[in-house]
């Protein structure tokens, strides 16, 4: 029995990638942020929130949002976030720093996320600031619908942007 010599032709997307892959080792490849593509509509809707705030006569109120793991004090991501909050010249309340503990649950089970909706719709924040959008979840699907619910009350800024986006 012989074995055939003629080579596969790559049918799907992934087989030409991993053949492209194998052939030029050395090319440099980027691959996309599953973030990105949400990166234009979550700006745009944070500098409609903003200038709906400073044209009624006020500095936009944010909160500080974090995710730790083990228990651990977020005060790097506070600072990080608090940094952002100032070049931006927004308001960071006393008491508008939220954080769970505990992992990136499910987002209808953390109490700080959680907190942080609550200020937003009772309106004492514009929105909120995140080190980066895997904080909110590293779920892409779930990150999207919380865009969705931000879209009309207030809005999300990133310390670290989306890829290729510029600043927050």
């Known amino acids: 029995m012989r074995q055939s010599t003629a080579r596969r032709t790559p049918t799907s997307l992934i087989d030409r990638r991993g053949l492209e892959v194998w052939q030029n080792p050395d090319q440099l490849r980027v691959e996309a942020d599953a973030y990105g593509s949400f990166a234009v509509a979550r700006r745009d809707n944070l500098e409609r929130i903003v200038a709906r705030a400073r044209t009624h006569g006020r500095v936009p109120r ?38 769970d503990h505990h992992g990136s649950g499910a987002l209808v089970s953390r109490p700080g996320w959680c907190g942080v909706r609550k200020q937003i719709l009772a309106g004492y924040a514009d ?3 995140v080190v980066t959008a895997d904080v909110i979840s590293p779920r ?5 619908q919380e865009l ?14 989306e890829a290729g986006q510029g600043l927050t």
């Open 62 to 99: 944010v909160c500080l949002y974090a995710l730790t793991f083990g228990g651990q004090e977020p005060r790097h991501s506070f600072n990080a976030a608090t940094a952002c909050a100032v070049r931006q010249c927004w308001q960071v309340g006393a008491s508008q720093s939220y954080a």
């Open 127 to 129: 929105g909120v600031v």
């Open 140 to 144: 892409v699907e779930e990150y999207r």
């Open 148 to 161: 969705n619910w931000f879209e009309h009350k207030g809005f999300i800024a990133l310390v670290i942007p």
